[in-house]
């Protein structure tokens, strides 16, 4: 399958942060990259994987049920968020 | 942002889970009156494409199978696990994201044959695949003629997409549990949850009792 | 309102609607009956000048776009979650760079949304569109292109038709390549503002081009879509 990109779930993640993210840039724990949230590859199947455009480690993930959400984000060792 | 005041539906609202009805929304078909579709899902004639990750391309040369957790690990190279015996088997797959599909044609060869060259007494295994992917299950629900490791659907080599060159079938679960691309086996006595049920998806996942997420 | 075939722009009645940005899209989420419930999202293809309005296209295999393709009919009702995105959005009062918007089938919608709100706000900023579609009929907005085009404000609209050509065809014919897009792009030393929307694989074979023409990637925004 194919992946997107962060702009598909930019809904999901205002509404877990309260702020559009997108223009939020993330650093990989695999290779240290930094990259716009909008920029990282978006696999959606059972759940939301996002990953790393350079070197595929797992950023986050977002599995959404009816009335749950559970999220891991241990892929990035830091968040930069435009105050 | 919360979905639209007019129309309002907040995520934080936990027990709230009734939109506004959309006149003449259907949705894909649910329930049939066969006995073959498990709650909450619909029959359909696709094969639906999903992933965690990209498809990797492990040429076959470079392929193995490895059981570890045993008295000592035990690998097949492809040409070596294509001498081993095969069975043919027509199932019925479900999916998590609520698609079933009857009648689905695999060849490959059964866990336990697998299993046979295994000196073990593990309770527990975890899948691990090509891109990292990995899901646990009791050896019980991967023994008795209940799991292969399929390298062809429909009569024709299992395509990368699919989890070509070959995957976990375990129809008996949620498809989630027939790992692709996978490599081995990690026999072991404590259950280790795997790339979705540590993240919310069931530990066993049947889906006759309709064992999607924690706590169902 | 149909746009072509398998297209139709809805135009929303939203409560307490907030205005957006041109490039934003929402979330929209549909419940049967039973309580059984979809969502997909979906750019918005108006100014912000305008009331909200969707463009959608049919899927074959689609479970909400043929609903709201073929089903959904004024009155009816859904719930929205946006508009979302500070990333994929162009203001006409932002520094005036040319604008480079590539668009692949659907993946026009957002920037027509620009391109929309370019002309309302009267900008003259230099722009171009390559819009990349499958034959002619399936061009979406293909008058009020031709109306844009011909505005004589500093927008240039190139198409190419991919599968089928009408005779007397004079535009491009074939998939947006490296070649085309040195042809049609303003060229890097312009420092455009880059927007790339449709579907992966049109999106990162364009932004690839367009990088090793020189562009810096910064300057290239992109919008993956799901579908073909």
């Known amino acids: ?83 | 942002m919360p979905f639209d005041p007019a129309f309002r539906f907040n995520a934080a609202c936990k027990t709230h889970t009734v939109g506004i009805i959309s006149r003449g929304f259907r949705g894909r078909g649910r329930g049939d009156d066969s006995g073959r579709l498990p709650p909450g899902q619909y029959a359909t004639d696709d094969f639906p494409v999903l992933s965690a990750g990209p498809t990797p391309h492990t040429p076959l040369d470079e392929w193995t199978f490895t059981i570890e957790g045993g008295a000592e690990p035990v690998r097949w190279t492809w040409d070596e696990f294509r001498t081993l015996p095969t069975e043919t088997v027509t199932k019925d797959i479900h999916c998590v994201t609520k698609w079933s599909k009857f009648d689905t044609d695999w060849e490959g060869v059964s866990v336990d044959a697998l299993l046979e060259s295994v000196d073990h007494d593990r309770a527990y295994a975890v899948a691990f695949c090509d891109g990292g992917y990995t899901t646990n299950l009791p050896v019980e629900d991967l023994t008795g003629g209940k799991a292969w490791v399929a390298f062809a659907y429909d009569g024709e080599p299992l395509e990368p997409e699919h989890g070509g060159p070959a995957r976990l079938l375990v129809p008996h679960l949620y498809f989630w549990k027939s790992a692709k691309w996978v490599r081995g086996l990690s026999l072991r006595d404590e259950d280790e949850p795997g790339f979705w049920e540590t993240n919310g998806y069931h530990n066993y996942g049947d889906p006759w009792r309709e064992q999607r997420y924690w706590g169902d | ?228």
Request: net charge negative; aromatic share 8%; charged share 25%.
């Open chain 1, 1 to 83: 399958m194919t992946h997107l990109d962060g702009n598909a779930i930019a809904g999901v993640l205002e509404q877990l942060f309260g702020r559009d993210l997108t223009l939020a840039s993330s650093r990989c724990t695999g290779c240290g990259a930094m990259r716009e949230v909008a920029d990282i590859h978006v696999y959606r199947s059972a759940g939301i994987v996002a990953r790393c455009p350079d070197c595929d480690t797992v950023l986050f993930r977002i599995v959404e049920a009816r009335d749950r959400m559970w999220l891991d984000f241990r892929g990035f060792s830091s968040l930069q968020v435009r105050s």
């Open chain 3, 1 to 228: 309102m149909t746009e072509t075939p398998r297209v139709r722009t809805l135009i929303l009645d939203v409560d307490g609607w907030p205005g957006h940005r041109a490039g934003q899209h929402v979330d929209v989420r549909l419940t049967a009956e039973d309580g059984y419930q979809a969502e997909r999202s979906y750019s918005l293809a108006s100014a912000p000048e305008d009331p909200p309005a969707l463009t959608v296209e049919r899927l074959d295999d689609g479970e909400v776009s043929p609903y709201l393709v073929d089903e959904v009919v004024p009155g009816d009702r859904f719930e929205l979650r946006g508009p979302v995105g500070g990333y994929f959005v162009w203001d006409a009062d932002a520094l005036p760079e040319p604008l480079l918007l590539v668009a692949g089938g659907s993946g026009v919608v957002p920037l027509m949304a620009m391109l929309r709100h370019r002309a309302a706000a009267g900008s003259t900023v230099p722009a171009k569109l390559l819009y990349s579609s499958r034959t002619y009929e399936e061009v979406i907005y293909r008058e009020e292109l031709e109306r844009l085009d011909g505005r004589g404000d500093g927008l240039e609209i190139v198409h190419t038709l991919t599968r089928a050509q009408p005779l007397g065809w004079t535009g491009h014919a074939g998939r947006v390549d490296v070649d085309l897009l040195r042809e049609v792009s303003f060229p890097a030393r312009r420092n455009p503002r880059v927007f790339v929307c449709g579907p992966t694989s049109f999106v990162e074979a364009v932004a690839e081009g367009l990088v090793s023409l020189g562009h810096r990637p910064g300057r290239i925004r992109t919008e993956r879509f799901g579908g073909t």
